[in-house]
């Protein structure tokens, strides 16, 4: 018997957008308009690559940063959750797949003492230039219409699936936490047994009710949370079955 947790990131694990919490850095913490109105929709991780340039010109070094990211909040329960589930590792994987970026998920797991949580990060990798510039790259390339081009959490999630049942393991259910638009291509998914839950009040858990209108739901179980402890909650009856 063993579950995979997946996880989105931002306004998820974190009660926050890092890649907009970063403009906390920025002088007077905000961005030039031209900056800010140069985002194409779809096209996310360039726009960031502008940001980063932007604080690097400004000097913003990253030390500024690491102190900056390390103060977003974590989601109401996050903590407990995650306490949680580091106490029951055995019984549950863990991934994080996210559309932020290898640097910011890092620094606030690891300053949080979470990092071993998780046995996957999925997300944009970013790096820090010789010159001490902040870079991110999309995290790959996908022929899916539905997602943004850097990254579909579908493909990310088939292919961990499908590697991990190569090596002999198989999941009792997989539970897919989320907030965002982007996390419902994952979500469709999902099958039968498995289970979706959104964040109450966020994108996903208006998509996904807007296809339970539409006669079209979606195949696997949904459960709305509002704070970790919810999840927790299930997760504990998960594991007494």
């Known amino acids: 018997m063993k579950f995979l947790l997946a996880f989105d990131f931002d306004h998820t694990i974190i009660d926050e957008n890092s890649d907009t919490w970063i403009v906390k850095c920025a002088p007077e ?23 980063f340039v932007y604080l690097g010109d400004n000097g913003v070094k990253e030390d500024v940063m690491k102190r900056t990211m390390t103060t977003i909040p974590f989601t109401a329960g996050m903590v407990d959750l995650l306490g949680f589930i ?6 549950f994987d863990c991934i994080i797949v996210s559309d932020s970026n290898t640097v910011f998920i890092d620094w606030i797991l690891k300053a949080a003492d ?4 998780f046995d996957e990060v999925f997300t944009n990798p970013a790096a820090f230039s010789s010159t001490g510039y902040l870079t991110v790259q999309d995290f790959h390339s996908h ?3 539905k997602c943004p081009k850097n990254l579909c959490k579908r493909e990310v999630l088939k ?6 049942l190569e090596q002999g393991v198989s999941y009792t259910q997989v539970v897919y936490i989320g907030d965002g638009g982007n996390d419902l291509c994952p979500v469709m998914f999902l099958k ?7 964040r109450q009040g966020y994108t996903l858990e208006k998509k996904i009710s807007q296809l339970a209108q539409n006669l079209s739901p979606v195949e696997c179980s949904v459960l709305v949370w509002s704070s970790a ?3 927790m909650s299930y997760l504990k009856l998960l594991i007494k079955e």
Not at 114 to 117: G, P, T
Not at 192 to 198: C, E, Q
Request: with cysteine; proline share 6%; aromatic share 10%.
């Open 29 to 51: 913490k905000k961005l030039p308009n031209g900056l800010r109105n140069s985002y194409r929709p779809g096209h996310w991780t360039e726009y960031m690559g502008r940001v």
């Open 86 to 91: 580091g106490e029951n590792k055995e019984l």
């Open 114 to 117: 979470f990092h071993k949580v």
């Open 143 to 145: 022929r899916c219409a």
């Open 159 to 164: 292919e961990f699936l499908d590697k991990q």
């Open 192 to 198: 039968k047994g498995d289970i979706a839950m959104p």
């Open 229 to 231: 402890i919810d999840i």
